[in-house]
């Protein structure tokens, strides 16, 4: 979110158990999943119901695909959604 103006961009949950990662910032909330299957209507509607009563704008990424019903659903409401390609972090350990 950063990269989409918004600087203040804060991650709340780092992983979860299908690598997700959940990220406010001022105006917005974000739900993020790693998912190699489609994102259904039910995830599109809970984040919908926490942005209507947290106030800010609620935009969803995934890296697999979204269902018929969630992208009308996102249609239909507020809820922005996109499509991202997932980057690999590694670490290495120092040589001795």
């Known amino acids: 979110m950063p990269s989409g103006g918004e600087p203040d961009a804060t991650t709340i949950t780092r ?9 406010e910032s001022t105006h917005y909330i974000a739900q993020v999943k790693n998912y190699s299957g489609t994102v259904g209507v039910t995830e599109m509607r809970e984040l919908g119901g ?12 995934t890296s697999g695909t979204y ?9 239909d409401s507020a ?18």
Not at 15 to 23: E, K
Not at 50 to 61: I, Q
Request: aromatic residues 8%; neutral net charge; charged residues 20%.
């Open 50 to 61: 926490v942005a209507s009563v947290d106030g800010r704008k609620p935009l969803f990424f």
């Open 15 to 23: 992983f979860s158990g299908d690598g997700g990662v959940d990220v």
């Open 67 to 75: 269902s018929a019903g969630a992208v009308e659903f996102a249609n």
């Open 79 to 96: 809820l922005r959604c996109s499509s991202m390609t997932p980057r690999t972090e590694r670490s290495t350990a120092p040589t001795p």
